[in-house]
């Protein structure tokens, strides 16, 4: 049985213990969460194996959660960033760029999350969400004009009515 467990040494057995923190949805767990995927991603050579990137993806994504948890809302983009690197699902790309935009306003960094935004906006062409967080950081700045920000609102409404069904962009509507 003992043979049977991988050595610390082994990617597996960070993998693994850090799954079973990941079934944990308590923050307090959120310091173990970090400290096992640092751990992990410092021994390098499980990767080799991982062809698919599917258990560095899985990973990745338990690290920015936890990061996001303790509030480092810095190193949570750079672990988004690496799943940015590796993903290839438009819904899921979709999902990191707003993160993204989210983690960079949060910290301050708009010039970073305007960034963001527009990278994903060039790559996800009808991503409703994008341009929900576009306007929003569009109006919500002191320095636009409310005609710029109108004139955005029709522009997106023209490329993707459906955007106007959305309950974030009623909010918005509202404010």
């Known amino acids: 049985m003992q043979e049977k467990i991988p050595?610390?040494?082994d990617g597996r057995y960070y993998l693994s213990i850090l799954r079973g923190y990941g079934l944990l949805e308590k923050d307090g767990g959120k310091e173990e969460v970090i400290r096992l995927g640092e751990?992990?991603?410092?021994?390098?050579?499980?990767?080799e194996?991982?062809?698919d990137h599917e258990k560095e993806?899985?990973?990745r994504w338990?690290?920015?959660?936890?990061?996001?948890?303790?509030?480092?809302?810095?190193?949570a983009a750079e672990q988004?960033?690496?799943i940015l690197e590796l993903e290839e699902e438009e819904g899921v790309r979709e999902q990191i760029y707003s993160s993204l935009v989210s983690l960079c306003t949060e910290s301050g960094d708009a010039e970073a999350a305007w960034e963001y935004c527009q990278r994903g906006l060039e790559e996800l062409?009808?991503?409703?969400?994008?341009?929900?967080q576009y306007i929003r950081m569009q109006c919500a700045s002191p320095e636009t004009d409310r005609q710029v920000c109108a004139q955005t609102i029709r522009k997106f409404l023209r490329?993707?009515?459906e955007i106007a069904e959305e309950p974030e962009f009623k909010k918005l509507q509202e404010e």
């Open 7 to 9: 050595d610390r040494e």
């Open 39 to 47: 751990q992990l991603f410092a021994l390098q050579d499980w990767m």
């Open 49 to 51: 194996t991982d062809r």
């Open 57 to 59: 993806k899985e990973a």
């Open 62 to 75: 338990m690290l920015a959660g936890a990061y996001e948890s303790a509030e480092e809302p810095e190193k």
């Open 80 to 82: 988004y960033e690496y």
């Open 125 to 132: 062409t009808g991503s409703a969400l994008l341009r929900i």
């Open 159 to 161: 490329e993707v009515p």
